[in-house]
Each structure stands twice: as structure tokens, then as C-alpha cells.
């Protein structure tokens, strides 16, 4: 997977995910990680994914879709609800999430 | 500052900037990006920051606006030119730079 996404020409959806984690469970917290990154990545509408982890601190995803059904389709996937309630209860101290429309882009 | 950017209701504006790093000048690469975090805060229309960096690879920054003219605003800023610049030419192997309506958040 390279780092930087590359995605078609706007529009299209953005997930932006920022999170402080917990200290608990980090191995079984990157293993469900990676499964997400690899799960979602075979859903229909994905389009990419981009994430960054300050270690200690903030960590940001950014997971690009072509339309808001397939980001909803992907957050009712039962096995990324499992995974979603585990966050809640134990991997984050805190999240934001936020769904947005990608209007303009550029890339170097 | 907070690491998560504790904004309002949405409609807002995200401006999602992913990045590699070259190897080239860290602290002088360090001390432009902590004043452009500063003289952002400043601008009008400035509603918060994330921002993350996996060491040695992504880094992702999202800095969120009430609305487009305010990111224009900040995008001519004569500092924040500058700075771009030795991104372009120094500091960055690539990056990609995503301007999104933010439509929908949730916090926990």
C-alpha cells in the first residue's frame, strides 16, 4: 500500500478519523487495524486510505470513498462493528469522526 | 493545544494535507511548521488543527475553516507562501492537499 492515496478527480467522500488510544492491548489494537485497512479495502466504493500516528498521541485516518452509501454499507459491515464497539470500550480515550465531500485536490 | 480540534456543528471546511518528508533541514522543517500552526490559529475562519505523523512516513494534517474564502485567505498568506515554497522545493517528497465540505461528525 503506498502511503499518499491516489484518488480520481472530485467529488468524492472523505472519512476522517482522529483518535487518542488507551495504553490497553496494543498488539490485539494493531492487528484489528490492519484487518480494517484490509477489510475495507474490499468494499465497493473504496477508494484509498491514508494514516499517520504521532506515537503517543494523535493518530488520523483518512479513508477515501466514492459515494456516502459506501461509507455507510462499510460502517454497518458486522465484522467492523465488532471492531467498532472494541474501540468504544477499550482501544480509544477519545475520537472524532467526520464524513466530508472532497470538492478540490491537488497533488506533488 | 488539544490533539483533537474540537469544532462546531457542521457544514465546515477541512483542508486534509497528506505528506512525505524529505531528509532535508528537520529543525528548520520543525520550527516553520510549529509557526505556520501559530499564524494559522490567527487567521479568520480558523476553527481548529489535527495533526499526526507516523515517523519516517505519512504525515497528515487537517486544518478546519467556517468556509472556502477563509482557506483562500490563509492559502495567500505572504509567510504561508513562503512556506509553501520550501515545502515544494525542500521539504516534502510528495503530498496531496484536499479541500472537503465537512457534512456529518460525531465525537466521543
Request: no cysteine; aromatic share 10%.
Amino acid at each position: 500500500m503506498s502511503p499518499l492515496a491516489g484518488t480520481p478527480d472530485p467529488p468524492y467522500y472523505a472519512v476522517i478519523f482522529t483518535s487518542i488510544r488507551t495504553e490497553i492491548e496494543d498488539e490485539q489494537y494493531a492487528a484489528a487495524a490492519d484487518r480494517m485497512l484490509e477489510l475495507a479495502a474490499q468494499q465497493p466504493g473504496y477508494l484509498g486510505v491514508e494514516h499517520a500516528r504521532t506515537p503517543g498521541s494523535t493518530g488520523i485516518t483518512v479513508s477515501y470513498w466514492t459515494d456516502e452509501a459506501s461509507i455507510r454499507n462499510w460502517q454497518q459491515n458486522a465484522e467492523h462493528l465488532a471492531a467498532q464497539k472494541a474501540g468504544r470500550d477499550k482501544w480509544y480515550q477519545s475520537f472524532t469522526l467526520r464524513i466530508a465531500k472532497v470538492e478540490r485536490a491537488r497533488t506533488m
